[in-house]
């Protein structure tokens, strides 16, 4: 059972935190340089490796004893307990009072996870063995559209019902064998008009994604794809091109999608960006089959395990959420960047946004006191090397310190492997630099070895001197399949749970998004022009009268 922070427990996590900056000053009088010199082993300090995936924290301002203080605030803020209370299916969503069971969605057949009494892995298996049966029919054009198999399958969905199965699909593209996937998102008509251009009505499926099956976006574009259908195939043709995911049963068949074996459920108790594991996986099951999809499955629950197993020190989301957490509340840094050193992963700093900034961007406790130290942090990146050729000159010599974590197989898909060393020599050369930096003194001596002359060495030494000191994480792993990438996603869904369990939040509830959603009802009709705008702000009414100006 979660206990509520009482006055005495809170005094006690704000005494650990207290004793974390006694660790600053001591770690902050050396900087990274100094510290790996002081210690041939600071990598193997720093540094834990769990069954080929490896996460040097090493470059971080960090060392051993305020790694025990870290650890210490883990132990005091309750994280055990959480994580307990968590996997026990206690209704850890304490504002929407659900049980928090992503775990359960990757749980081997004959497991037990309980929610309100009830074995929900049963339930899981089923639904997973509807998704496979029909995605295999997909697959093999046994399901088929009015005009033959499937050439094109559109996912229709927003947020956790979007950004997890595009980014999966995206950085599986090697085990992609089955029919073309798009993923539309935005209520902007650009994005269905110019995904569905091009695209034969006849041999396409959608897939419409939305846990509570009222977004708008999703309810506005999946009204779209349908009239497409009935507009190019008739209305009877609706049935045989359209399937859905959901908890919202009833939703869907008054939407008009009613035959059974097209509607696959989920739970309450899965967050929508906790989902992609849920039937909203469905096309990435589509799109690189059910086996593979299993193996996604059975790495994030590989990865699960050690999570509920593996003592504190030794657990990688732990180590990877302390370091967070030093990072943002004792050095004060607001932003952390994602730096894939791949490719196919070029959704996955989209994906950690929502994971992380709609589950830690709060500011209230669980029991709705205001959190006394600062939460989640601006979460964003691009894969390298691009991004070395556009923002890393803000990282190593902009005035903000942006601590950032690489991530990068040892081998690739591809056979041409000058590419892949390359990746490898300039993700390692990236840490590298931001850790070691480069000193006026190095900076003049490189000068002058170009045959500066000595005021041309003094003018241009500054501009090519780098602070360095700059936090970094490296995640390494053999190769990005299938399994990995589950171990992956969930090593992160977990590093957010320890951060917000030591802020003492409730990290799957999302009522942030709720205001924005109520005003845009508010201000259509306005839009429309069946209301005015007397009672809105200034400039909200103003740009109300501007608009209306301008569309003709
Ligand atoms: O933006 C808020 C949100 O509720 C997300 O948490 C969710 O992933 C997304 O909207 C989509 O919701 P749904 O799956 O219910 O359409």
Redesign the pocket.
């Known amino acids: 059972m979660i206990a509520a922070r009482t006055a005495a427990s809170a005094a006690a996590v704000a005494n650990a935190f207290a004793a974390l900056r006694n660790h600053r000053d001591r770690v902050e009088a050396q900087n990274l340089r100094g510290l790996f010199a002081a210690d041939p082993q600071r990598f193997a300090r720093l540094s834990l490796e769990v069954d080929g995936l490896t996460l040097d924290y090493s470059k971080n301002r960090i060392d051993t004893a305020a790694l025990v203080a870290l650890l210490d605030l883990a132990r005091t803020a309750g994280v055990e307990e959480h994580r307990a209370a968590m996997f026990a299916g206690e209704k850890i969503n304490v504002s929407e009072n659900r049980a928090v069971l992503h775990v359960a969605l990757r749980a081997e057949a004959g497991e037990s996870y309980v929610v309100d009494g009830k074995n929900v892995v049963e339930d899981v298996h089923e639904v997973l063995d509807a998704m496979t049966a029909f995605a295999e029919g997909v697959r093999s054009g046994a399901i088929a559209g009015t005009g033959g198999a499937f050439t094109d399958v559109v996912n229709i ?7 997890g199965p595009a980014m999966v699909t995206r950085a599986l593209s090697p085990y992609h064998d089955g029919p073309r996937l798009h993923f539309v998102s935005n209520v902007d008509g650009a994005h269905i008009h110019d995904t569905l251009a091009g695209l034969n009505p006849a041999t396409t499926l959608f897939l419409v ?7 708008i ?2 309810m506005t574009n999946a009204g779209t794809a349908r009239r497409w259908i009935v507009d190019a195939l008739g209305e009877a043709a609706v049935g045989a091109h359209f399937a859905a995911m ?3 049963i009833a939703k869907v068949k008054a939407f008009g999608i009613d035959d059974e074996s097209r509607i696959f459920g989920f739970w309450d108790w899965v ?3 906790y ?1 992609v594991w849920s039937a ?1 996986g469905l096309p990435v099951m589509i799109a690189i089959g059910g086996a593979n999809f299993r193996q996604f499955l059975a790495g994030a629950h590989a990865m699960d395990v050690h999570f509920r197993d593996a003592p504190l020190d030794r657990n990688l989301p732990v180590l990877l959420g302390l370091v967070g957490v030093w990072n943002r509340n004792v050095l004060g840094f607001p932003a952390k960047a994602v730096l894939p050193y791949d490719q196919r992963l070029e959704r996955f700093a989209a994906y950690l946004q ?1 994971l992380d900034m ?1 589950s830690n961007g709060k500011r209230v406790t669980l029991e709705g006191a205001p959190v006394p130290t600062a939460t989640g942090p601006l979460v964003w990146g691009e894969p390298g090397t691009n991004g070395q050729h556009a923002f890393y000159q803000l990282l190593h010599q902009g005035t903000d310190v942006i601590p950032a974590d690489f991530l990068v197989a040892a081998n690739a898909h591809e056979p041409d492997d000058i590419h892949h060393r390359l990746l490898l020599a300039n993700c390692l050369a990236q840490t590298e630099a931001l850790m070691r930096g480069r000193t006026t003194d190095e900076a003049r001596a490189e000068l002058a070895a170009e045959g500066k002359s000595p005021s041309e060495v003094e003018r241009l030494a500054p501009h090519k001197t780098f602070p360095g000191n700059r936090p970094t994480n490296t995640i390494l792993y053999s190769r990005l399949d299938p399994f990995t990438l589950g171990r992956l996603i969930a090593l992160y869904e977990h590093q957010v749970f320890v951060q917000g369990s030591i802020w003492g939040i409730d990290s799957f509830d ?1 009522w942030g ?2 205001l924005g ?1 109520v005003l845009a009802m508010q201000i259509l009709p306005m839009i429309e022009g069946t209301a005015g705008a007397e009672n809105r702000d200034a400039s909200t009414a103003g740009l109300i009268g501007a608009i209306a100006k301008l569309r003709s």
Do not use: H, M
């Open positions: 969905g927003i947020g956790g019902s979007d950004l994604a939305s846990k509570t099956f009222t977004t976006e999703t959901s908890t919202a967050g929508g960006r989902s909203i929502q709609e999302q998004v709720e959603k």
